[in-house]
């Protein structure tokens, strides 16, 4: 079982930055996938950013240029730094995991983190 837990979440003023962990504990290996989505009450879950295994990394246009999402493979965590950040950008951030073992994807959620941009 893999467990996900996420961090860093908090208040801040429009302009400044967050960063973001999420720590997977368990068994981790043929992780395929990692990605941040983001929630507004309302609105679907949006993907932020994702990371594939091999590194290739991929941004929502609204983030692009302020938002860099990284991994820590010692560390089984993965990262999103967020700068300049906008009060649009405020939402529960939760972080995504997949893995592919043995032909079957396994897919995890963490519990969600919120974020709130405002003066």
């Known amino acids: 079982q893999v467990q996900l837990v996420e961090s860093g979440g908090g208040l801040v003023q429009p302009g400044e930055s967050l960063k973001l962990s999420c720590a997977a504990s368990?068994?981790?290996?043929?992780?395929?996938?990692m990605g941040w989505y983001r929630q507004v009450p309302g609105k679907q879950r949006e993907l932020v950013a994702s990371?594939?295994?091999?590194?290739?990394?991929n941004y929502a246009d609204s983030v692009k240029g302020r938002f860099t999402i990284s991994r820590d493979n010692a560390k089984n965590t993965v990262y999103l730094q967020m700068n300049s950040l906008k009060p649009e950008d405020t939402a529960v951030y939760y972080c995504n995991w997949g893995m592919r073992v043995g032909g079957y994807e396994y897919d995890y959620w963490g519990q969600g983190t919120q974020v709130t941009v405002s003066s």
């Open positions: 368990g068994t981790i290996f043929g992780t395929y996938f």
């Open positions: 990371m594939t295994g091999a590194g290739i990394t």
